[in-house]
Nanobody, 123 residues
Framework: QVQLVESGGGLVQAGGSLRLSCVAS????????MAWFRQAPGKEREFVTT????????RYADSVKGRFTIGRNNAKNTVYLQMNSLKPEDTADYYC????????????????WGQGTQVTVSS
């Protein structure tokens, strides 16, 4: 059974940092794109960032560019999201996701999802 398990969420003041982790298990994710999405209360799920298997292809949403960094450790089946200079508008549930094939920023195209981790940024 495929599992993606996120951790690292919490409450932080504006300007602070958090590091999210997502550990994948149940299959090999060789060739898979890994991504982070987020969903704030009352809003649609939105793309944050994605990274290819090799790490050579990375995309960010404009809203997080320059503040967030995605990385992955394939030996540990883990993907990370370093979030710096956090803003109250970053408050959301953050989800890890995986897909094969082409890069995508559309959440409906992802095959596997974690349960989410909550990030709250206070002003």
């Amino acid at each position: 059974q495929v599992q993606l398990v996120e951790s690292g969420g919490g409450l932080v003041q504006a300007g602070g940092s958090l590091r999210l982790s997502c550990v994948a298990s149940g299959r090999t994710f060789s060739g898979y794109y890994m991504a982070w999405f987020r969903q704030a209360p009352g809003k649609e799920r939105e793309f944050v960032t994605t990274i290819s298997w090799s790490g050579g292809s990375i995309r960010y949403a404009d809203s997080v560019k320059g503040r967030f960094t995605i990385g992955r450790n394939n030996a540990k089946n883990t993907v990370y999201l370093q979030m710096n200079s956090l803003k109250p508008e970053d408050t959301a549930d953050y989800y890890c996701a995986a897909k094969r094939g082409l890069v995508s920023t559309t959440w409906t195209e992802y095959d596997y999802w974690g349960q989410g981790t909550q990030v709250t940024v206070s002003s």
